[in-house]
């Protein structure tokens, strides 16, 4: 989905909602506004018609016919309602009175309007009906006009509804408009809201595309506050990751073919100089075969060491965890080097206490971590250097620690030396090449048994590795 058509998603579903809630607001506003006008000009009716009743009453409980509801001879105190058609009938029904000139020829008539019958039998009615007088729809009151209890007349209002309508027309109107500015309003901040969550997706979708095609450099810039920033921030980390690795990827690429090509070299260097007759000398003959038995030996170190590290890096390795005494697979590790210290002058101690807690490793990979340290601390460490192994109780862990007063590690190239192929500018005190997988392979080990391993070092002065272990 492309931004463009998540932000008009995004502001339809901001203006869907409220053009729905306004319409309905309105609608009902409309229908309740007209209902409550329609209640009170009907209660306005009745009022009038009980003032009227009390007015006339007398007259017609006597008989008489000569009542009048306008004109200069209307009484003052009648509050009549300008607009409104009053009609006065008597007990039998005949009109003897209206408010309208246009009734005046139908004075002494049996009237026969909606709700007089209900009125003579003494109910009062309301309702609408549509007035052939009014020439509109109209609202009517009939009430019944009592004397001693008994009914002697009838007054019947009615009013047109036109005012009404047209009222109800401009409220339609007025909530139209309204809604319509509301709908402008919303859409405007429907499309800036919608914009400030699109720009960064926006931004998202570009930086995510570029990398999918290998540019691996991208960071975007989002300062949101919410989600989206952490959506960010997330990529971000990401890309840089992915950096990290294409450089690594580069790298152990470079490095790969430059171990491969010493050797490659070498022996191939050797068998030339077979082919040209160096066979036939015992001496030179020797030599090259030792020299490529070695070279052949290296390329088998290095191949096992890249099987073991990419199995390493796939998953945990199989492991057999148990308590394990740290003081005997030291012990075991001095004892395996020790011969080649002796014979490069180096001296190769440990200073385990005796009663060390136990750790929970698996024993063989505890003495290959050992294994691996001790043979890198001896091949950076001129003759009469040392090489100690210590150990000691912290807190629900152990820490095992390697150190050495070799040629130590440059404080730029401290932070790499557990990366594939780092050999560091130590490398011309080595007597035996080694292709910088060692370190790598021993911070797997390491990680697989729950613990984790740093170096300290400081040029000139030697480089001490530490790792960690849980406590059995």
């Known amino acids: 989905m492309t931004p ?27 229908y309740a506004l007209e ?32 009542i009048i509801l306008q004109g200069p001879h209307a009484s003052p105190d009648t509050p009549m309602m300008p607009q409104a058609r009053i009609l006065v009938l008597d007990r039998t029904g005949t009109l003897l009175a209206s408010s309208r000139e246009e009734d005046r020829g139908r004075i002494g008539q049996l009237d026969s309007e909606p709700g007089v ?14 007035s052939s007088v009014l020439k509109a729809d109209s609202f009517y009151v009939t009430l019944p006009v009592r004397h001693q209890g008994e009914v002697v007349g009838v007054i019947r209002l009615s ?31 429907a499309w800036h809201l919608a914009g400030n969550i699109t720009r960064p997706v926006e931004a998202l979708s570009s930086a995510a595309h570029a990398v999918a095609q290998g540019d691996f450099s991208q960071q975007v810039k989002v300062k949101t506050g919410d989600e989206l920033e952490q959506l960010g921030d997330s990529f971000n980390q990401m890309a840089r990751r992915l950096d990290e690795l294409e ?33 036939d000398d015992p001496r030179m003959l020797n030599r090259l075969l030792q020299g490529i038995d070695e070279e052949l030996a290296r390329l088998g170190r290095l191949t096992g060491d890249l099987v073991q590290l990419s199995r390493l890096e796939a998953g945990p390795p199989e492991l057999h965890l148990s308590a394990v005494a740290v003081e005997e697979v030291v012990a075991r590790a001095i004892s395996r080097y020790q011969a080649e210290a002796q014979g490069r002058s180096i001296g ?70 557990f990366q594939r192929f780092y050999q560091g500018a130590g490398r011309r005190f080595r007597e035996r090449p080694g292709v910088g997988l060692g370190l790598a392979i021993v911070r797997e080990l390491v ?26």
Not at 12 to 22: D, G, K, T
Not at 119 to 127: D, K, P, Y
Not at 272 to 278: D, F, H, I, M, Q
Not at 371 to 377: C, E, G, I, V
């Open 159 to 189: 009013h047109a509804l036109v005012e009404v309508e047209t009222a109800v027309r401009q409220l339609r109107l007025t909530i139209a408009s309204s809604v319509l500015v509301a709908g402008g309003l919303a859409l405007i901040i």
């Open 348 to 417: 190769l101690t440990a200073q385990v206490p005796r009663r060390i807690p136990l750790v929970r490793a698996d024993a063989d990979r505890l003495m290959q971590i050992l294994a691996n340290l001790m043979d890198n601390a001896l091949k950076f460490t001129p003759a009469d250097g040392q090489v100690v192994v210590t150990a000691e109780e912290a807190g629900h862990d152990v820490c095992i620690a390697v150190a050495d007063t070799g040629v130590g590690i440059a404080a730029q190239d401290l932070p790499r030396v």
């Open 4 to 30: 463009k058509r998540l932000r008009w998603k995004l502001i339809l579903s901001y203006i869907i909602p409220i053009s729905l809630a306004l319409s309905t607001l309105g609608f009902y506003l409309v």
């Open 247 to 279: 450089m690594g990827r580069r790298s152990f690429l470079a490095d790969l073919s430059h171990e491969l090509r010493s050797p490659v070299g070498a022996m191939r260097a050797g068998v030339e100089t077979l082919r040209r007759g160096a066979k």
């Open 447 to 472: 990680h697989a048994q729950g613990g984790e391993i740093w170096a300290e070092s400081q040029e000139g002065q030697g480089a001490t590795f530490t790792f960690r272990l849980p406590k059995a």
């Open 35 to 66: 209902e409550f006008y329609l209640r009170h000009l009907q209660d306005d009716l009745a009022s009038e018609g009980i003032v009227i009743a009390d007015r006339v009453r007398d007259d017609l409980a006597a008989d008489r016919t000569g």
């Open 117 to 130: 019958a209900e009125a003579l039998r003494g109910r009062a009615t309301r309702g609408r009906q549509e």
